[in-house]
């Protein structure tokens, strides 16, 4: 495996980034995840806009245009001869001293991570995954706002921990006031008779790619599908519910809190949508050619 760090391809065993870098130190840092299918990366470009945008946020120069940024991306898929796969692109604050003064980080870090995914088994997708409600709240937008992907994930990984000791994979997190945010690494939707349901972003949640793929599919379709707020009860009296995320695609939840959802099995207008987002997949995206 090559990886890339501000412009070289280094082996696996020689990526390697300084221990005084805030990334490491501090989580100082954003990223994102991309996915290419059969040599067409999927929304490149939007995934681009939010890296940047989430540097923005946090006032982290990226030393590259976003044009070189594409071609770095596609390059990466390349040199490790990847017609479908997921790409990792970080960009941390760079090497400082041991304070937290971003203003001693002279240089942004660069890094792209081209691999190979399969998040869930297959049999999760065809038979839906079963997942927990817990307690850890999002964190607070007006604190640290999820829509900024940054390299702090502490809160996301403490209600991932909740769900591992419940002994499911994903775990469906809340506002502080208690409304149904979205998962550890996941948008989540809800459908009640023939209608579609998902948090708003001003609730706390990452405005996901694949949530407004999702959007776009269900308003394309003549499914409606609303923003709107969601409690427990919406989940428990649900049709059907599934998750959205680059890397976990579209995947059916059968069952929450170890009550089943609808009939217990992946829903009508859920499999719909999957197929219709695979379908995308196959045909939209930046073109690239593997040796
Ligand atoms: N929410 C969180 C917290 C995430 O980390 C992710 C995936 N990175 C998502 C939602 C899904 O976003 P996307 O569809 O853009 O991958």
Same mark, same amino acid.
């Given at each position: 495996m090559k990886i890339y760090i501000d412009g070289i391809f280094y082996d696996k065993k020689d990526a390697k980034i300084s221990v005084l870098d805030h990334g490491l130190l501090y989580g100082d840092g954003v990223f994102e995840g991309i996915r290419a299918y059969n040599g067409l990366v999927f929304k490149l470009e939007e995934h681009i806009d939010r890296l940047f945008e989430s540097a923005k946020s946090i006032m982290l120069t990226i030393p590259m245009t976003k044009k070189k940024l594409i071609e770095a991306t596609i390059l990466s898929l390349r040199e490790n001869g990847l017609k479908n796969g997921y790409i990792r692109l970080v960009v941390t604050r760079g090497v400082g001293d041991l304070?937290?003064?971003?203003?001693?980080?002279r240089n942004a870090t660069i890094i792209i991570i081209a691999d190979k995914i399969? &998040?869930?088994?297959k049999t999760f997708y065809q038979k839906g995954l079963e997942v927990v409600t817990v307690a850890t709240p999002r964190n607070l937008p007006e604190a640290l706002n999820p829509q900024i992907k940054s390299l702090n994930y502490l809160n996301n990984i403490l209600a991932k921990v909740s769900a591992i000791n419940s002994g499911v994979e994903e775990a469906i997190m809340f506002s502080w006031d208690g409304h149904v945010a979205e998962c550890t690494g996941d948008n989540i939707f809800v459908v009640k008779n023939g209608e579609l349901c998902t948090p708003p972003v001003? &609730?706390?949640?990452l405005n996901g790619i694949t949530r407004q793929v999702i959007i776009g599919i269900a308003r394309k379709n003549k499914f409606p599908c609303t923003e709107k707020i969601l409690t427990r009860h919406d989940l428990f009296i649900a049709d059907e519910v599934f998750l959205t995320g680059t890397a976990a695609e579209v995947i059916p939840v059968i069952k929450i809190d170890s009550r089943p959802i609808g009939t217990g099995k992946p829903g009508r207008i859920t499999r719909e949508l999957m197929r219709e987002f695979h379908a995308l997949t196959k045909k939209e995206g930046v073109r690239y050619s593997v040796k």
């Open positions: 304070g937290l003064d971003p203003r001693k980080c399969a &998040l869930y088994p001003y &609730l706390g949640i």
